[in-house]
């Protein structure tokens, strides 16, 4: 089978979505043409027995992805972020909160609510999904006082995490990248190499930008400017038709969130945040703020205990469709990675490549990878083992060849509707999800040409010779 067939399941998940417009859909037929493949990679079988095996093992292939404990963390605690979500909107804090942004003159303009999310998007810079998930929780109800979609603001949270966190790197993602780039030796120390690619990482600085503009020049373009008309949302009405009640009822819980997840990071990686375990401290950082939101709203009396039950488990029906998403992605993901996706995409940026062209080429090839595995991480640790003995070999600036792959990972991570980012920036600015990958898209795309024609013109000037 030739390998160029690996890229078959991800293009037809495009097809299908941008044809039926259903993510379920092209998630299934993507994982069961995955298999289908597998299948025809074994030489004793025939074209009918792998048509006929491989959506059989498609079943098996979803139910082997729960097997790993970090993937059922995630599904359970999509779920419980729904709960939370339904918590404090119903408690009336959700209203609350934007009531008294309002009161203090906080948040009085459209612009304002925008640079709430930006700027908590930026402060929480120490994991890509707490950034995004505290974002969201708390501009939700400032969006719909002030008639801006959640689409908006998913665009907006999802935008600033990751980013953010490529470019502080005082965090996981600093931690994982440091270890890729342990093994290798470079003219430079692993942490000068990571810290030089900062004023490089174009994508992200790039995504930082424009999202500013956006922000304060109020101005939506594309399928984002008809989703302000429509105002699309995952659930059928809005975080404040709730009268406000106390700000306690969201801030507790919020801040519970948000302390918990630093906690246990530390308690994972005994005392080190950096290798704390964010799948667990995500899981039971929001298990821990369902528990004080539950019990806040009982203490209120104002709510019995099968009223709180029927509110948590409405909150997590709302999500289902999307934790059903992240089931299928992580599925499709293992198998595409089984296949050799990743590394039949890599291949191209080996063999008699100009050595200008090279940070562009691998800015494209994390870009593929990345939206095709649907995550960054995974993007960081196919190409760095390519880039890095290229520096090695050929003396390339070793912050430039690392940045490309960086921002290509981000691109891909940001524009796949099978990354854990995209899914969770949606679940947590309460946007249907295919709403969310389509209105941020445009911006994805032109920000990614900037940072192309960036990394073009950095090849010459830094290696060109």
Known sequence: MPDSLSLLPALLAIVVVIWRKEVILALILAVACA???LYLKQPELS???ALLYGPVQSLERIISVTSSADNSRILLFSLLIGALMAYMRDSGGVSAMVDWFIRKGVARTKRQAGFISYGIGILVFIESNLSALTAGIV???LYDKFNMSR????????STSAPVCILILLNGWGAYVLGLLSTYTLPESAVSVLIGTIPLNFYALFTLIVVFYTIYTDKVYGPMKQAEF????????????????SMSLMLVPLLTLIVGMVGFMLWTGNGSLVEGSGAKAALYATTLACVVAYGLMALSRKFNHQQLVNIGFRGMGELLPLVSIVLLSLALGSAMKDLGTGAYVASFVKGSTPLVLIPALLFIAGAVISFTTGTSWGTFAILIPIGMPLVEMLGLPPSLILAAILSGGIWGDHCSPISDTTVVSAVASGCDLLEHVKTQLPYALFCGVL??????????VMIGR
């Open 35 to 37: 298999e289908v493949l």
């Open 151 to 158: 689409a908006r603001l998913a665009y907006i949270v999802d």
């Open 139 to 141: 501009s939700r109800g």
């Open 230 to 245: 429509e105002l699309n949302t995952v659930a059928s009405h809005s975080d404040i038709d709730t009268p406000p009640s």
């Open 47 to 49: 074209v009918f027995a």
């Open 451 to 460: 940072a192309l024609i960036a990394f073009l013109i950095s090849g010459f």
